[in-house]
């Protein structure tokens, strides 16, 4: 077997592994939430979760094994404004990027005209 071969065998087991992995943890996750509910449906139990969120009107409640995190809305907002505004900038740097790829080899405006009237006339 060649070293091509060999290595695209290698990528495809690390693939498979990577799969095989990813759904043991669903499924772990998965059990963990459903055991959490049905003993807490037995039990009655209302405050004690193993993960989850409660949502209120001045804080959002994070439950996690156990513990209730409390996280201000307006702290939620600020985080959730930075993350947008991030979002937005690294979209118009990606658009002018693909326009300045769009545009190679078109003169532009700081050209003279006899430079643009030359192009021209090679087209």
Do not use: C, W
């Amino acid at each position: 077997m060649s070293r091509v071969e060999e290595k695209l065998k290698y990528r495809r087991k690390r693939r498979q592994l990577l799969l095989i992995l990813t759904l043991i943890f669903v499924f772990l996750i998965m059990g963990v939430l459903s055991v959490d509910y049905a003993l807490r449906e037995m039990m009655a139990l209302d405050e004690a979760k193993v993960l989850g969120y409660d949502v209120q009107e001045n804080y959002t409640v994070l439950y996690v094994v156990g513990e209730s995190i409390y996280i201000k809305n307006e702290s939620i907002d600020k985080v959730t404004l930075f993350i947008e505004e991030g979002y937005h900038k690294i979209l118009q740097q990606f658009h002018r990027l693909m326009e300045g790829i769009g545009n190679v080899g078109i003169p532009r405006h700081f050209f003279s005209n006899t430079t643009q009237n030359n192009y021209q006339r090679q087209k």
